[in-house]
Nanobody, 116 residues
Framework: QVQLVESGGGLVQAGGSLRLSCTIS????????MAWYRQAPGKQRELVAR???????NYVGSENSRFTNTIDNAKNTVDLQMNSLKPEDTAAYYC??????????WGQGTQVTVSS
C-alpha cells in the first residue's frame, strides 16, 4: 500500500503563487512517474504535469510557462510550484504515482482556489 499526502493548497488572488507538495510513503525510484492532476467542479480530472524519478518533466498545455514540477528523491516528495495563478486554475489538485503493470495510487487532494 502506498500513501500520498498532498499539502499546500489554499485561497490566493489571481496572479499569486502556491506551492503544492506530495509526500510519498515509498521511494520515488519505485515508480515510473509521479504526476499532478486537477479536477474542477463539473469537469473531468485532467493531467497537469508529470515527472520521473530522474527529473524528466512533462507539462500539459501552456502550464510549463507558469508551473514547475520538481522531485526530491531523498525526501520522497514531489512539488508543484504554481505562479501567475488564474481563476481557471481553481480545482482540487491530486498527486498520482504509477509503475508499469500496477494500478496507480492517488492522494486525497488539496483544494486550490484562485479569486479574481
Amino acid at each position: 500500500q502506498v500513501q500520498l499526502v498532498e499539502s499546500g493548497g489554499g485561497l490566493v488572488q489571481a496572479g499569486g503563487s502556491l506551492r503544492l507538495s506530495c509526500t510519498i510513503s515509498r521511494r520515488t525510484f519505485d515508480f515510473n512517474a509521479m504526476a499532478w492532476y486537477r479536477q474542477a467542479p463539473g469537469k473531468q480530472r485532467e493531467l497537469v504535469a508529470r515527472i520521473t524519478s530522474g527529473g524528466i518533466t512533462n507539462y500539459v498545455g501552456s502550464e510549463n510557462s507558469r508551473f514547475t514540477n520538481t522531485i526530491d528523491n531523498a525526501k520522497n516528495t514531489v512539488d508543484l510550484q504554481m505562479n501567475s495563478l488564474k481563476p481557471e486554475d481553481t480545482a482540487a489538485y491530486y498527486c498520482n504515482v504509477a509503475s508499469l503493470g500496477n494500478n496507480p495510487y492517488w492522494g486525497q487532494g488539496t483544494q486550490v482556489t484562485v479569486s479574481s
